[in-house]
């Protein structure tokens, strides 16, 4: 389940980090709160436009980290919140979520489906 602090995020403006690792090292790429839409289950939907190196690491190793949050959101400790998501995750470039991605974003190639194991708030 998505804590209700992390959907307070979402709405607002800020980036995340998405940190992925295959056979190389580590490699990180961005994306924007708004732009992440949310399946009825409860995974992320993230348009994917370039994203080649991720989904390279991503058919090596699923695991995935990513960072989010908004100065905006009251926190633990008074402005601003954010959140460390662990999971896994895969490329879609046909089927529902596919088709949910596209119609929002004309430019995705394909949607990355991210399954949240955890979500900490880390401020």
Do not use: C
Not at 35 to 46: E, P, S
Not at 49 to 76: C, D, F, I, R
């Amino acid at each position: 389940m998505i804590p209700e602090k992390l959907l307070e995020v979402l709405k607002k403006d800020g980036v995340v980090a998405i940190a992925t690792m295959g056979r190389g090292d580590p490699h990180m790429v961005n994306t924007w709160n708004s732009y992440i839409q949310i399946t009825a289950d409860g995974r992320f939907l993230i348009p994917a436009g370039y994203m080649q190196l991720t989904e390279a690491n991503l058919a090596v190793n699923n695991k995935v980290l990513m960072t989010l949050g908004s100065s905006k959101v009251a926190g633990k400790n008074g402005p601003g919140t954010g959140f460390l998501i662990k999971g896994t995750a895969a490329f879609v470039a046909s089927g529902p979520d596919f088709d949910t991605i596209k119609a929002k974003f004309g430019w995705a190639r394909a949607a990355l489906a991210v399954t949240i194991d955890s979500a900490t708030q880390t401020l």
